[in-house]
């Protein structure tokens, strides 16, 4: 499947030796599932690209891009639990993107994800975004590849200040993700195989290019998702202006 919503929430970091082991549990029993409660969560995921020390990589699915500001999430932003407060002192080169789904195909989920961030500093990003979906349309889903996706990072919404985010210190996050899921054995890629060839071309504009190997630790679906039947999808649109829908003092 293509990625769920328009919406992503995408968190990278490393860890501190000491805090490994706490982190895997809070961020396993309490902290994805507490997100995937929130209205418009669709899905979370956490990725470990296994290097030493490893980087790991959340990503959170949303129903819109309005739920990356939505009041719901904002309160649970504002109010974390003493769990959290204690586990997030584990977190190191910590960077959190809000960001836009531009584009997304694929066939089915892969348990491993290149992902790969970097920067558009031309005169003209509308043209540089057209020309980059228009590489990634050619990408073909066969030899293991099952997902192409492209995130354009909301610069202002990721920014936004929390109670969460207050004592943690930041890494600026990239202007751009791009993704490529893969359901298949690395050892048959050859050079050319999108899993570690070159997808943005020669794009003179792009720049601060990294990219990572990362490998699917844990998967939990959102509430919404998790309800029967056509109760679920007829009140997407409804559970979505509700998200969408101004903070009341």
């Known amino acids: 499947m293509s990625l ?6 995408a968190i990278w970091h490393g860890l501190t030796d000491e805090g490994r082991d706490g982190f895997y549990e809070w961020h396993n029993t309490e902290h994805m599932p507490e997100r995937a409660a929130i209205r418009g969560f669709l899905r979370g995921r956490r990725y470990s690209d296994r290097q030493q020390p490893a980087e790991l990589l959340t ?3 949303t129903l819109d891009t309005d739920v990356l ?6 309160e ?89 985010k207050k004592d943690q210190v930041l890494v600026q996050p990239a202007a751009w993700t791009l993704m490529i899921e893969f359901g298949g ?25 990294r990219s990572n190997l990362f490998h699917l630790q844990v998967q939990v679906l959102g509430v919404e998702l998790m309800r029967t039947g056509a109760e679920s999808s007829a009140s997407h649109l409804g559970r979505s202006m509700l998200t969408s829908a101004a903070c009341q003092p």
């Open 4 to 9: 769920l919503g328009l919406g992503v929430v």
């Open 69 to 74: 500001t939505s009041c719901e999430y904002l």
């Open 59 to 61: 990503l959170y699915e």
């Open 185 to 209: 054995d690395l050892q048959d890629i050859g050079t050319h195989h999108p899993m570690v060839a070159d997808l943005l071309g020669p794009e003179p504009d792009i720049g601060g290019l």
């Open 76 to 164: 649970r932003l504002n109010a974390p639990t003493p769990w959290t407060v204690e586990s997030i002192r584990a977190l190191t080169n910590l960077s959190r993107a809000l960001a836009e789904v531009v584009f997304s195909r694929s066939t089915g989920d892969g348990a491993m994800v290149r992902a790969v961030k970097f920067d558009v500093a031309g005169d003209d990003p509308a043209a540089i975004r057209d020309r980059l979906v228009a590489r990634l349309q050619s990408v073909a889903l066969v030899d293991g590849v099952v997902g192409v996706h492209l995130c354009a990072t909301k610069l202002d919404a990721s920014a936004i200040q929390s109670v969460e």
